[in-house]
């Protein structure tokens, strides 16, 4: 078939993502539309052949990573190909493929400028109303700017702003997925649902897929762990967040949302770490809805500290009290001025109650001034990643140990006195950050030898125990992949995988889709 190519040299870079792990692949794809994903898919479930499906291959779990076989890739499926406009709710959606980048989509909306030569007459009018409206967004923020909108429906990504707005799921109103045998399904919210524990599909072709769900308990928290199931659920929820392995989105229709008319960014520095802990507890019940509530622990602080030094890209960062011992960042979307200033003297005033020093404290009103707390907020995973790069020259299989584990309300006290404790016993280099207002913290190992690395393995695993003992979930927005497998019968046992086993057995029985995602 002319749309696969035999794998060779020149395609070397689609062995690997951001996990710094390396596959295997015998051939490659680059389909354009969804009758090619089609076509490929024939050809591949005749043959018995397992196909993992790519995006950017921005993620970090290692769900992009071929185990042999064939690898699609989706980055050539890359256009906006409507919208509409729900007159009832006042609402717009866009649909876009899978391919397409949050960047690309992210300065579009913004431009309002698309490329509407094969929209239909309806999406071009939604369109024109669109431009008499005001700036609209799609409010997903994963740090990774350049993944791919399949890339995120796949991992059910958040980000920062997941505090006030959610996860991927929260904003995707249809998919258009062919399964594994080359059937396309069509599924909407609010009208393809799953009741009693029945799943049950239709294809185009009117074809059906029906599975028995066990149920198993889902985590009262954030989560990007396994299968989503709840009774009376969408069943697009089903395939958000399935890492590419019950089916691949062709086409997604996104929920669309006014973009604040004023954005204001705080940095709180504090001399006292559990003082820090009790204002975002304190966030957590503003008035003012914070959308993002980020924390970033000492270490992390030294670690921005010595780059800043050094100057280049991070010498834009303002510079930071040296007695801190913490920050926390904090955004407020609002519809004006006033409403932005009130909810900064709130934050202010509650701020000072918990220690906290109004002159060392960032405030940032415009876009100018929100490039450098921006930059103080995504500089830690850069720098880590440098640090094991130049490790790796030495321990050429060393990789850093990046925690994504969220713990109930009510919890944050315990998880950060479990992660502190441990890690000054074992003596690991680590930096603590993320978005602690879901009580979902990154906790990052940096393995100095493949001593540190072992010894940052078990702690892992212990910490992956107490977290869903508590409650919790062991990703809530990473994903599972290849590298969290045993982490996930943690938190659902045996009978919770077996049942996550047989709505894949329903919906790709010969189990060629991203093979080795989730479980073996």
Sequence with gaps: MELIRDFGVEYEDFLRDESRITGRADSISFPKNEKQVQEIMYAMHNQGIPVTVQGARTGIAGGAVPDGGHIM??????????????????????????GMLLSELRETLSKKSFDTSLWDETSKDALETLRESG????TPDPTEATASIGGLIACNASGARSFKYGSTRNHIQRISAVLANGEVVSLERGKDVIAGGELKLKTESGKT????????????????????????MDVLDLFIGCEGSLGIVTQAELVLLDHPDKIYALTAFFTDEKRALEYVEELKESAHVPASIEYFNEQALDLIGIQKE???SFSQIPDFPKEAVCAVYTEYHGKCEKECMEAAFEYGNTMEKCGANEKNTWLAMNNISMEGLHAFRHAVPEIVNMMIDERRKEYPQLTKLGTDMAVPKGRLFDVMDMYNSDLKREGLESAIFGHIGDNHLHVNIIPRDPDDYAKGKKLYESWAERVCEVGGTVSAEHGIGKLKIALLEKMYGKEGIESMKNIKSALDPKGILCRGNLFT
């Design 73 to 98: 890739n989706l980055t050539r499926m890359n256009n906006i190909t409507g919208m509409r406009y729900d007159s009832e709710n006042g609402r717009f959606y866009i649909s876009v493929q899978p």
């Design 135 to 138: 700036e609209k967004f799609f």
């Design 209 to 232: 897929v029906k599975a028995d769900i066990m149920r198993y308990g889902m985590p009262n928290v954030k989560n990007a762990s396994g299968y989503y199931f709840k009774d009376k």
């Design 310 to 312: 050094k100057g280049g």
